[in-house]
């Protein structure tokens, strides 16, 4: 079945400092890929998606690369700040059937100032 | 557009007592879904719908039911809570548009079964 393997946390890192959280997935066919933020006492929300090979998503200064041949999808940020400070999750969706997400184990990230 | 909505946020149960969870989207959405997800870890499908009337296990449906009679809501419910039902559940929902798999969650609830 799918599945998604994130790297384990926590991750503490100073202001500014470049991020990277790597995740890598197993999936049949052709999966759209998925990077969901969680603030404190929140719900997930999605930071940025790629839905083919080669895609790259971005936002908030976020990026990830939809990389097929070594099915992964690392998120990276340039400089971090005090308030990206979440728990982030990589997931994927197949696309077809019931389109669930599956979630990695998710990733604590502490920025600090 | 309020989204996803969930009642209540917290809650604690005695083992062996019933409730339950409660889920509303006004955004149309045909699929929803309940998820849970543990301390330390991702979150895992409990059930899922794909409209009215149709409902569906994910990987971890024992002790759980689920109701899907209008297309916004999509109740869970807990029939003998245990302690290993302890955790926080979100729902979320999402549109049948595509492959492109959107999913809009709502705020989650934390349940403590004592």
């Known amino acids: 079945g799918d599945s998604v393997t994130q790297m384990e946390g926590p991750v503490t890192l100073s202001e500014e400092a470049f991020l990277t959280i790597n995740c890598t997935y197993t999936?049949?066919?052709?999966?759209?890929l998925f990077w969901y933020v969680q603030y404190p006492g929140e719900g997930l929300q999605l930071l940025l998606k790629?839905?083919?090979?080669?895609d790259k998503g971005s936002n908030k200064g976020f990026e990830a690369t939809y990389r097929k041949e070594t099915t992964s999808f690392h998120l990276e940020k340039g400089s971090v700040q005090v308030s990206d400070s979440a728990v982030y999750f990589c997931?994927?969706?197949?696309?077809?059937?019931?389109?669930?997400?599956?979630f990695g184990s998710g990733t604590r990230l502490q920025v600090q100032p | 557009n309020a989204g996803v909505t969930q009642t209540p946020k917290f809650r604690i149960l005695k083992i062996g007592q019933s409730m339950t969870l409660q889920c509303t989207q006004d955004?149309?959405?045909?699929?929803m879904y309940w998820y849970r997800q543990d301390p330390g870890m991702g979150l895992k499908l409990i059930y899922y719908?794909?409209?009215?009337?149709?409902?569906d296990k994910g990987e971890v449906p024992n002790g759980y039911n689920v109701s899907r009679s209008t297309t916004e809501d999509f109740p869970l419910r807990l029939e003998l809570a245990a302690p290993s039902q302890t955790s926080v559940y979100f729902c979320?929902?999402?549109?049948?548009?595509?492959?492109?798999?959107?999913?809009?969650f709502g705020p989650g609830t934390r349940l403590t079964v004592l």
């Open positions: 997931a994927l969706s197949s696309g077809t059937g019931r389109r669930a997400l599956t």
């Open positions: 719908s794909v409209g009215a009337g149709i409902t």
């Open positions: 790629a839905t083919k090979a080669d």
């Open positions: 955004m149309n959405h045909n699929y």
């Open positions: 979320a929902s999402s549109n049948d548009r595509g492959t492109y798999n959107e999913q809009f």
């Open positions: 999936a049949t066919g052709y999966p759209s």
